[in-house]
């Protein structure tokens, strides 16, 4: 038993080492790689012009999740929401193609667009990010949600109710006449939902009637901003 145990902590420490080391793309160097598609919103279907598409390198390993780190290759989609970018890599280095989301560093503006659970993405790198093939012509479409800000005007003079609840965000008394804005928030298809409620003498949730703000003619949104005006009555 003491001579198995002798030789189980080298095999550990050798396979520990093992992980920590990067694996290497094993693609020549210098290759020529191409990768083109289109981007179209995922609420509406409508090409997204403008996008800013960049090429990121990453190395591999099997306890970190790999980060691409913009190899300074980058275009925007066209007036189609179509791109076409192209590169040579470095001999041991892989590829993904990165949409301008939150980790992309080519982009210091605010998010104008993000991924949710229902989206494709990458097994490796995550939503936002696809991994290329090196020294191929690579196909690889995005359908990202559209983040706006929603301007609403509020007016709630004779509810009754003390509380108003949309989509994690609670106004309090008489802030509740007023201008709210929800910003970088993606719209859905159900709109975003609005509930006033009061807490009763016995601390109970009083609640009104769910209401959603609805985008009416989804081909046709604002660039930027959704407007819309709730007049509540109890």
Wanted: aromatic content about 12%.
């Amino acid at each position: 038993m003491t001579f198995y145990r002798y030789l189980l902590l080298p095999a550990v420490c050798l396979f520990c080492l093992t992980c920590l080391v990067a694996c290497q793309n094993t693609a020549p160097a210098d290759q020529l790689t191409v990768v083109q598609g289109t981007v179209t919103s995922y609420e509406t279907g409508r090409p997204l012009p403008g996008v800013l598409m960049s090429v990121g390198a990453f190395s591999r390993g099997l306890f970190s999740r790999p980060y691409p780190v913009p190899t300074g290759d980058s275009v925007r989609t066209d007036a189609q929401g179509k791109y076409t970018l192209g590169f040579r890599n470095t001999k041991g280095l892989y590829y993904a193609i990165t949409l301008e989301v939150y980790k992309n560093a080519n982009y210091s503006g605010p998010p104008r667009y993000t991924f949710d659970a229902s989206q494709p993405s990458d097994p490796l790198l995550g939503a936002g990010s696809w991994e290329v093939t090196v020294g191929k012509t690579n196909i690889v479409n995005f359908k990202p949600n559209e983040l706006r800000t929603v301007a609403v005007r509020i007016r709630n003079r004779n509810t009754g109710y003390q509380l108003l609840d949309f989509n994690y965000r609670t106004l309090h008394g008489n802030a509740l006449d007023t201008l709210a804005y929800l910003r970088g928030y993606y719209l859905p298809a159900g709109g975003v939902k609005f509930r006033y409620y009061d807490v009763n003498a016995t601390n109970q949730v009083v609640k009104d009637t769910l209401v959603a703000l609805v985008v009416q003619n989804p081909t046709a949104l604002p660039p930027d901003t959704l407007r819309a005006t709730l007049t509540f009555v109890r």
